[in-house]
């Protein structure tokens, strides 16, 4: 079945430093989503990508979807105490015999010391 | 806001009983999905519907089923509780059914087994 690993598990950053997450899938996906959620609160889309190499920026997130679709990224720069939450990449697969499935990665937690 | 309502918030209950858990996607989302949450984890699919049908199926436990109904709103229903079904329950939805639309989710329900 499609494995979709997030690293690292945990990432412990100085506000204003930088911070990346990786998406790596076994799997060639169609395309690949990515989630922010807040300590108690649930998640929320922040971009989808779908062409192989694409890159968006979101003001200071910088977003990446790998040349052979594989994996992707999710870089902030300069981090803020805003930044702190869990954020999810989450590769849209095909099932065989039609329908998809989101599946999510294992989260990447983020928390920004002052 | 969302858009997604889910109740109730907060379920507490006793091993062995049945509950059901309620979701109204957001208006003109057609698909709905369900997600577990446990403290500390990932969101793990459960199961996706589209216009009242069963579209794709996730790691959904026997005791658990589902249903879309004809006017959109979901249930979730979990039976035979066990102390380790105590999670989050999130539901989301969006426009179509492919996975190539963002996924909107509600505030979840907090499920609690004593």
């Known amino acids: 079945g499609q494995q979709v690993m997030q690293i690292p598990q945990y990432q412990h950053v100085q506000e204003g430093e930088d911070f990346t997450t990786y998406c790596n899938s076994s799997?060639?996906?169609?395309?690949i989503q990515w989630y922010k959620q807040r300590p108690g609160g649930h998640p929320v889309f922040l971009i989808q990508?779908?062409?192989?190499?694409e890159v968006k920026k979101q003001k200071r997130l910088t977003f990446q979807f790998g040349e052979a679709k594989k994996n992707s990224s999710l870089h902030i720069t300069a981090t803020q105490t805003t930044d702190v939450g869990t954020y999810f990449c989450?590769?849209?697969?095909?099932?065989?015999?039609?329908?998809?499935?989101?599946?999510f990665g294992t989260g990447t937690q983020l928390k920004v010391e002052l | 806001d969302s858009g997604v309502t889910q109740t109730p918030k907060h379920l507490i209950t006793a091993t062995g009983q049945r509950v059901t858990l309620r979701c109204s996607p957001r208006?003109?989302?057609?698909?709905v999905y369900w997600y577990q949450q446990s403290l500390d984890q990932g969101l793990q699919f459960l199961i996706q519907?589209?216009?009242?049908?069963?579209?794709a199926k996730g790691n959904i436990l026997e005791r658990f089923s589902a249903q879309q109904f004809p006017d959109l709103h979901s249930e979730l229903n979990l039976s035979s509780l066990e102390l380790g079904d105590s999670a989050l329950y999130f539901c989301?939805?969006?426009?179509?059914?492919?996975?190539?639309?963002?996924?909107?989710f509600g505030n979840g329900t907090r499920l609690t087994v004593t």
């Open positions: 989301a939805s969006s426009v179509d059914g492919s996975g190539g639309s963002p996924l909107h």
């Open positions: 799997t060639t996906l169609s395309n």
């Open positions: 990508l779908v062409k192989s190499g």
């Open positions: 989450a590769p849209l697969g095909l099932l065989t015999g039609g329908g998809n499935k989101l599946t």
């Open positions: 208006s003109g989302d057609l698909s």
């Open positions: 519907y589209y216009n009242g049908e069963e579209r």
